[in-house]
Structures are given as structure tokens and as C-alpha cells.
């Protein structure tokens, strides 16, 4: 849902965890990052410009995104497994058959 309101758009968003919640919030501060960095640069140098942001940030945000995900997955190692593992099933081969049996 969406609420207009002064120029504003506000937008309700339903996040699983903080997580989530931290990786939306650094995309639209990356987006507001590149913006600022259209605006201010100069004539004819404003795809480099956001360019620039976009490698620069854009690759902190998504290393942050990155040990987001493998703490949670750490955490989840020391709650233990699932209960009923998984059968392993045969893998194919280097050719991409399956082993014969």
C-alpha cells in the first residue's frame, strides 16, 4: 500500500527479520547515493558518476548482504540439523551420466 503524501511516496513493507530489514534500508541509501551523484556531477560525466557509486557501494552493500546471510546460516549451524536428514542421492559424473550401480 502506498500513501502519497507531500511529494512523498510512504510505503509499508513486511520484512522477515532485521536482516531484511537492513538490506532494503542500504539499497535505497546506495539508490539516493547514485542519484546525488547524477545530479552533482559533471556535464556528460553522469553515468561514470553513478557507475562509480554503484562498483564502490554497491559492492560494500552486497559483501554486507553476503555476511548477513552466512551469520544467520552459522547460527543456524549451532541450533543443529533438521531432524530427518536428507538422503544423499548419486551425483553424476564428470560426463554428466550417472554412475552405474
Known sequence: MDIRQGGLVMMMIE????????VAEQALLALRAMD??????E???GLEAIERVA???GLDVVRQMVQQS???HAEAQKRG???GG???GAR???SGSLPKT
Open 15 to 22: 520484512v522477515q527479520d532485521e536482516r531484511e530489514r537492513l
Open 36 to 41: 546525488r551523484a547524477r545530479d552533482t556531477a
Open 43 to 45: 556535464h556528460g560525466r
Open 55 to 57: 562498483v564502490g557501494d
Open 70 to 72: 552466512l551469520s544467520a
Open 81 to 83: 540439523s533438521a531432524s
Open 86 to 88: 536428507a538422503p544423499a
Open 92 to 94: 553424476p559424473s564428470s
